[in-house]
Antibody, heavy 115, light 107 residues
Framework: VQLVESGGDLVQPGGSLRLSCAASGFTVINNYMTWVRQAPGRGLEWVSS???????KYADSVRGRFTVSRDDSKNTLYLEMNMLRAEDTAVYYC??????????WGQGTLVTVSS | EIVMTQSPATLSVSPGERATLSCRAS??????LAWYQQKPGQAPRLLIYDASTRVSGIPARFSGSGSGTEFTFSISSLQSEDFAVYYCQQYNKWPLTFGGGTKVEIK
């Protein structure tokens, strides 16, 4: 089982970024797939989840700006991030689980929002 | 939103001693609670789910208990590799929420 995140970068406030999470050893469609972030020196913050056929959930802090999706043919999870703010700066982890808890996590990708 | 409060923020323990961590929910989460361990520079690792079920391969010195709003996580005899930050997380209700973490450090 492997989860490999990519797409993290330095971006200006108001900019956009798309994170990818490539899965192997299991199929994303059969799992709860979740994005969790961690700001530098801070704790864990749930961002978004996608589960079942196409159910999605978002934290209030990102709703309307972030979109979670998956490509079943590529077995990959995505997080489209728009209107980025300084407070979105964090390591973004993707994770899988049978429900709301996550049994396996990727190593994370760093997003820095700064001018 | 369900607020998860962990205490203490930092726990200083000598190797071989017992560590007991607390997690309190602002409303009932039934038994829908997980515990994670995170070491510096690493991703979190799931240790306990459903409040007291240990993940396969996790040593028996790790245990969880509680239901409703009060939960406890214990490490019976701390090993050097157990010094880390521990987070609780509720998955009873959206949004999913984490506690602020307890850092277990060497005394």
């Amino acid at each position: 089982v492997q989860l490999v995140e990519s797409g993290g970068d330095l971006v200006q406030p108001g900019g956009s970024l798309r994170l990818s999470c490539a899965a192997s050893g299991f199929t994303v469609i059969n799992n709860y797939m979740t994005w969790v972030r961690q700001a530098p020196g801070r704790g864990l913050e749930w961002v978004s989840s996608i589960y079942s056929s196409d159910s999605t959930k978002y934290a209030d802090s990102v709703r309307g700006r972030f979109t979670v999706s998956r490509d079943d043919s590529k077995n990959t999870l995505y997080l489209e991030m728009n209107m980025l703010r300084a407070e979105d700066t964090a390591v973004y982890y993707c994770a899988r689980g049978p429900s709301g808890y996550s049994t396996f996590w990727g190593q994370g990708t760093l997003v820095t929002v700064s001018s | 939103e369900i607020v998860m409060t962990q205490s203490p923020a930092t726990l200083s323990v000598s190797p071989g001693e017992r560590a007991t961590l607390s997690c309190r929910a602002s409303q009932s989460v039934n038994s829908n609670l997980a515990w994670y361990q995170q070491k510096p520079g690493q991703a979190p690792r799931l240790l306990i789910y459903d409040a007291s079920t240990r993940v396969s391969g996790i040593p028996a010195r790790f245990s969880g208990s509680g239901s409703g709003t009060e939960f406890t996580f214990s490490i019976s005899s701390l090993q050097s590799e157990d010094f880390a930050v521990y987070y609780c997380q509720q998955y009873n209700k959206w949004p999913l929420t984490f506690g602020g973490g307890t850092k277990v450090e060497i005394k």
